[in-house]
């Protein structure tokens, strides 16, 4: 059984304003809330400043439109792949220093989309993959990343995507959105706590931004927790800064099933049926 999915936010552990800059003192904060705490986990990480140039660079979200220069689009493909590796291997350092038993896994690898989409058939091989890692005891991490298509040559797959995808399939009673914000901002600057999917407009609540992300934004993450939400029995889902006191409480401790358990300064999503919240 799978009792977390954490999406490690590209955002929360490089600087997403210059090019494939990590900030090492996150990732070692990160990594150190699972020290203790990793059996049944599956992680997930953005690519914040590792990959979103060069994706925005040659449009690769878009596939492939242009009748020229296709080797350059294809370097293109490859030079983001680079990039994603790249900080994947700062990741995976430090998980390994920690002793946490991390392997890694490409989408790329088990994923063709066709005219962008994906079905629950294109998953089955990577389900089947992480299922055999948990049950010899690793823990699986994943990303964002570039996948082939049929039809269009590639396109992108985000985390936050992903997260859901996984969360569908392995019923976790827990995903987290660690990020380098501490939660879903009202527009008076304070945190929402309690995010009633049924209630706030998630439209009001996008983080507005300069910052290059090609696979979305806070926007999205509030988008892909409702659905989460909304689709899978008992899942409590938190959005979260992830180098924070609050996420050593979340993290450190034993998964809290009060369906009023929240903590204060970060956001958790809740759908609201019957004036009763219902995780």
Same mark, same amino acid.
């Given at each position: 059984? @799978?009792?977390? #999915? @954490?999406?490690?936010?590209?955002?929360?552990?490089?600087?997403?304003?210059? /090019?494939?800059?990590?900030?090492?003192?996150?990732?070692?904060?990160?990594? =150190?809330?699972? +020290?203790?705490?990793?059996?049944?986990?599956?992680?997930?990480?953005?690519?914040?400043?590792?990959?979103?140039?060069?994706?925005?660079?040659?449009?690769?979200?878009?596939?492939? +439109?242009?009748?020229?220069?296709?080797?350059?689009?294809?370097?293109?493909?490859?030079?983001?792949?680079?990039?994603?590796?790249?900080?994947?291997?700062?990741? $995976?350092?430090? /998980? #390994?220093?920690?002793?946490? *038993?991390?392997?890694?896994?490409? *989408?790329?690898?088990?994923?063709?989309?066709?005219?962008?989409?994906?079905?629950?058939?294109?998953? +089955?091989?990577?389900?089947?993959?992480?299922?055999?890692?948990?049950?010899?005891?690793?823990?699986?991490? $994943?990303?964002?990343?570039?996948?082939? =298509? &049929?039809?269009?040559?590639?396109?992108?797959?985000?985390?936050?995507?992903?997260?859901?995808? $996984?969360?569908?399939?392995?019923? *976790?009673?827990?995903?987290?959105?660690?990020? %380098?914000? *501490?939660? @879903?901002?009202?527009?008076?600057?304070?945190?929402?706590?309690?995010?009633?999917?049924?209630?706030?407009?998630?439209?009001?609540? =996008?983080?507005?931004? %300069?910052?290059?992300?090609?696979?979305? %934004?806070?926007?999205?993450? @509030?988008?892909?927790?409702? =659905?989460?939400?909304? &689709?899978?029995?008992?899942?409590?889902? /938190? #959005?979260?800064?992830?180098?924070?006191?609050?996420?050593?409480?979340?993290?450190?401790?034993?998964?809290?099933?009060?369906?009023?358990?929240? $903590?204060?300064?970060?956001?958790?999503?809740?759908?609201?049926?019957?004036?009763?919240?219902?995780?």
């Amino acid at each position: 059984m @799978v009792t977390r #999915i @954490v999406k490690i936010g590209g955002a929360s552990i490089t600087d997403k304003s210059q /090019f494939e800059h990590v900030k090492l003192s996150n990732i070692d904060f990160i990594v =150190d809330l699972f +020290k203790n705490n990793y059996q049944n986990l599956i992680l997930i990480h953005g690519a914040g400043s590792f990959g979103h140039h060069q994706a925005k660079q040659y449009k690769l979200n878009e596939g492939y +439109k242009n009748t020229d220069n296709y080797e350059e689009y294809c370097l293109g493909v490859c030079d983001t792949r680079r990039s994603l590796n790249r900080l994947q291997q700062y990741l $995976l350092n430090a /998980f #390994i220093h920690a002793q946490i *038993p991390v392997v890694c896994i490409s *989408p790329f690898d088990f994923l063709i989309s066709n005219q962008f989409e994906l079905t629950n058939e294109n998953y +089955k091989n990577l389900y089947q993959h992480i299922e055999i890692i948990l049950s010899n005891g690793f823990v699986p991490l $994943l990303h964002g990343d570039i996948l082939l =298509d &049929k039809k269009i040559h590639w396109s992108i797959l985000s985390g936050d995507n992903l997260l859901f995808k $996984l969360a569908e399939y392995f019923q *976790p009673r827990q995903c987290i959105f660690l990020t %380098s914000v *501490p939660g @879903v901002y009202q527009s008076n600057g304070n945190i929402i706590e309690k995010f009633y999917i049924n209630e706030n407009k998630i439209d009001n609540y =996008d983080q507005q931004s %300069s910052i290059i992300d090609v696979t979305g %934004s806070m926007h999205n993450k @509030v988008m892909i927790a409702s =659905d989460i939400i909304n &689709k899978i029995d008992k899942c409590q889902v /938190f #959005i979260l800064q992830g180098v924070s006191e609050n996420a050593k409480k979340l993290l450190l401790s034993t998964i809290n099933d009060d369906e009023n358990f929240f $903590l204060h300064g970060c956001t958790r999503i809740l759908k609201k049926q019957n004036n009763l919240e219902i995780e």
